[in-house]
């Protein structure tokens, strides 16, 4: 079985552009994770969702990111006007259940790597 | 909010055993356990809840007390592979989680 896969691996974008990085969880995980971590720093938590919805948006930075998972599969982080102090590595991870429940382990994807110029 | 994390750094020998602390200024529902080596994603180690839970995950356990807010990372009889950033993230109980600045553990032969 795949693990999670996030693609791009890497994005180089200029200040002002959108960016839509992309997550596959693992099949049949129902909870979804999204981290950020900018370089040398430690682990922004930013969103999770259990099936398609998201208990809580009040992570995401600011009003110029959304994410959103439909089918209770992959999920999008969309980043809009892109600044610089949005460069990081963007991780998603999955699990079978979610926090607390059977089956919390969580799993990683590989990240991306985002640069704003 | 940011839970604190002690030590920032931690150095032993293989075999010898480490705590790393996470303490919050909020109550917690859970507390949330990550080993990072560089240049790799996260690896998640445990979840505690509500209730003083311990748990146990190989040579690797951890408690956790909410009336003193705050949760403890056992290493015992570490080995190399141990060697990384730990990151504690705490839930207030409101579905998201804040992480401590973590703590580094190198492990030497």
């Known amino acids: 079985g795949a693990g999670v896969s996030q693609s791009p691996s890497n994005k180089v974008t200029e200040k002002g552009k959108d960016v839509e990085l992309r997550c596959d969880p693992i099949s049949g995980h129902t909870a979804l994770y999204w981290y950020r971590q900018s370089l040398g720093q430690g682990l922004e938590f930013l969103i999770y969702f259990q099936g398609n919805s998201a208990p809580d948006k009040s992570g995401l930075p600011s009003d110029r990111f959304s994410a959103e998972r439909t089918g209770g599969s992959v999920s999008t982080l969309t980043i809009q006007r892109t600044q610089q102090e949005d460069s990081a590595v963007y991780l998603c991870?999955?699990?079978?259940?979610?926090?607390?429940?059977?089956?919390?382990?969580?799993?990683f994807g590989p990240g991306t790597r985002l640069l704003v110029l | 909010q940011q839970p604190v994390q002690s030590p920032q750094a931690v150095i032993l020998r293989e075999g010898e055993d480490a705590v790393i602390n996470c303490s919050s200024s909020k109550a917690l529902y859970s507390v949330h356990w990550y080993r990072q080596k560089h240049g790799e994603a996260p690896v998640f180690l445990m979840i505690?809840?509500?209730?003083?839970e311990q748990k146990g995950h190989e040579k690797i356990s951890a408690s956790f007390n909410e009336k003193k807010q705050q949760s403890s990372l056992y290493l015992t009889a570490s080995q190399l592979s141990y060697s990384g950033t730990y990151f504690c993230g705490t839930e207030p109980g409101t579905d998201k989680l804040i992480f401590g600045t973590g703590t580094r553990l190198q492990v030497f032969p």
């Open positions: 991870a999955s699990s079978l259940g979610v926090w607390g429940a059977l089956g919390e382990t969580q799993y």
């Open positions: 505690l809840l509500k209730g003083g």
